[in-house]
């Protein structure tokens, strides 16, 4: 089965990249990127992350627009956490991107986590591998919400922009939430906003209390629904990889990507096996006995006490019993 | 040093307790637990949780005081997840608590969680479990918010108190949370509130549609200031604890509560663990080869690819470079 996918995929057929995709996501997709890894790594990879209603679909668009007109072809992953749809489900304004789908260049997919062992980010970055893969040039990772799983999701993404909306007021709440630590790119949206130069200098402030080594963030404002300021947006993505690449950042940054994601499908493992020896265990254990007995299954030993379990245990009781 | 920290604990001096805690705090305390563990189990564990402003101190500090009136004895904690503060610290309006500080059968004590393996849960565990060894015939566990960790924290508790404010607005919010399924007893407090009947309206109509087997939660109602309604409070709690005991429901319910902790435990020192695998590996893996490297230290073998990692991982390769 995985060698007829694996060879429509590599004759560059769309279904092929939507049917692995599709497998990766139910949790069956490990030999498919074992056998396509060794080609990943080519796409410029492009998180977009924002509080709702910044536009992150007509940003992610008229992105879209610009670099299909330089004759890039371009592969967008719509995260949605809070989600049940998947399966190129299109939710909301997210119609936007209808645009594109005439466009055999460009791959659309909406994504949410199911039986994957590295949950919703683990299912991504597989995705992200798989496009990038197929050959596209660009990969988008756009993702809704601001929480703890989208600043996870930005970790699968070489270049993470930030959109932020003028007069919103939670612009303040957006950057305390760790948000300010990802962003490569600020994006302000919806520059006619009367708040919008008031939004920059917010963000210049935050900007100015944090120490930046190497890469400071760039700010760049856009109006996506006229397609304004998406080339200075897209020069700003362009100077990150730039950097990225020259101090060799992007070595560091990968490894990092990669550990988490290793971590995520070693530990998923590791926890559905923790159950089952739980549930086998003696009752009358105290909890770090347990832990220990649980830890040896795995190998680990020396628990706090180093003299072996049965052992510190026959002991504890007859302390105890000694009262 | 644990012998005479043993010692004093038996001989019933809560500076001793307070030391045992603290260890316990800062991850060192799982010899005292084993030591001490099969002395708990007696005490009646009550936890108590709500949005921020419903008084849960105030009602802390009634319930004390109630439950003192009848000659028990009484352990307090107080969980703020968001604290760095510990040590018996206290916050904010927990200063109502500070009467009954001066009466010796009453331990009061705040927690953050720290070097903890098991987080903020096991530390509080561990504190209810030392706090049930001492000899404390009631631990009320009261917690800041309605987080997910504060759900989790409510499963050390044999009885879980939801109390919830009229008119706050966010009663709905907060039932939504996940705070309907853990509620044992729902206490509107505030009872004098204009809204205060809306609310238990409210709650029955929630409570209306889902599906209990066995206990179904009681409703009571306080104006914890005035020590209104602790009476029919404490009568639901131990309303509880008697079906809970009768029906066997309690064996179940430790069971959980006993799982959780050893599976955080244990999780937590098998993460240290990958940590450290995965800074050695080699930067040709791909991440289910990796991951499968990972789990094979740990004695966990068969990845998706069966055939062991390194011919796999050679034949994916000679797979791909002949496309």
Redesign the interface.
């Known amino acids: 089965m995985n060698d007829d996918l694996?060879a429509a995929f590599?004759a560059g057929d769309p279904r092929a990249l939507a049917r692995a995709i599709s497998r990766c996501e139910s949790g069956?997709g490990?030999?498919l990127?074992?056998?396509?890894?060794?080609?990943t790594g080519r796409a410029l990879t492009v998180g977009l992350t924002g509080p709702p209603g910044v536009g992150k679909s007509t940003l992610t668009s008229a992105i879209v627009a610009y670099v299909r007109a330089q004759g890039k072809t371009v592969g967008v992953i719509s995260v949605d956490p809070s989600s049940p749809f998947s399966h190129g489900a299109l939710l909301g304004d997210r119609i936007r991107l209808a645009e594109h789908f005439v466009d055999p260049d460009v791959f659309i997919r909406s994504m949410a986590s199911r039986g994957h062992l590295g949950g919703l980010a683990g299912a991504t970055?597989d995705a992200v591998s798989l496009m990038d893969a197929f050959g596209k040039d660009i990969v988008l990772i756009e993702t809704v919400g601001v929480g703890q799983s989208e600043i996870e999701i930005a970790e699968v993404a070489d270049t993470t922009l930030v959109a932020l909306q003028p007069g919103s007021g939670d612009s303040v709440q957006v950057l305390k939430a760790g948000i300010l630590e990802i962003a490569d790119v600020f994006v302000v949206n919806k520059s006619d906003h009367p708040m919008a130069l008031q939004l920059q200098r917010e963000i210049r402030s935050m900007m100015e209390m944090l120490d930046f080594s190497g890469w400071v963030p760039a700010l760049v404002s856009t109006q996506a629904l006229a397609g304004t300021g998406i080339d200075k947006l897209w020069d700003a993505v362009v100077r990150h990889d730039a950097w990225l690449r020259e101090s060799g950042a992007i070595r560091e940054k990968r490894r990092a990507a990669?550990?988490h994601?290793?971590?995520q499908?070693?530990?998923g493992?590791?926890?559905r096996?923790?159950?089952d020896v739980?549930?086998d265990?003696a009752d009358d254990l105290?909890?770090?006995?347990?832990?220990d007995i649980?830890?040896e299954?795995?190998?680990?030993h020396g628990?706090?006490?180093a003299t072996g379990n049965t052992r510190?245990?026959t002991a504890?009781?007859a302390?105890?019993?000694g009262?």
């Not at 105290?286 to 832990?291: E, F, L, T, V, W």
């Not at 299954?297 to 680990?300: E, R, W």
């Open positions: 694996l590599r069956r490990a030999e990127i074992r056998a396509l890894y060794p080609l970055a990669f550990a994601r290793v971590r499908l070693a530990v493992t590791l926890e096996r923790v159950e739980i549930a265990l105290d909890p770090y006995a347990a832990s649980v830890l299954t795995f190998g680990v628990g706090a006490i510190a245990r504890v009781r302390t105890v019993k009262l």
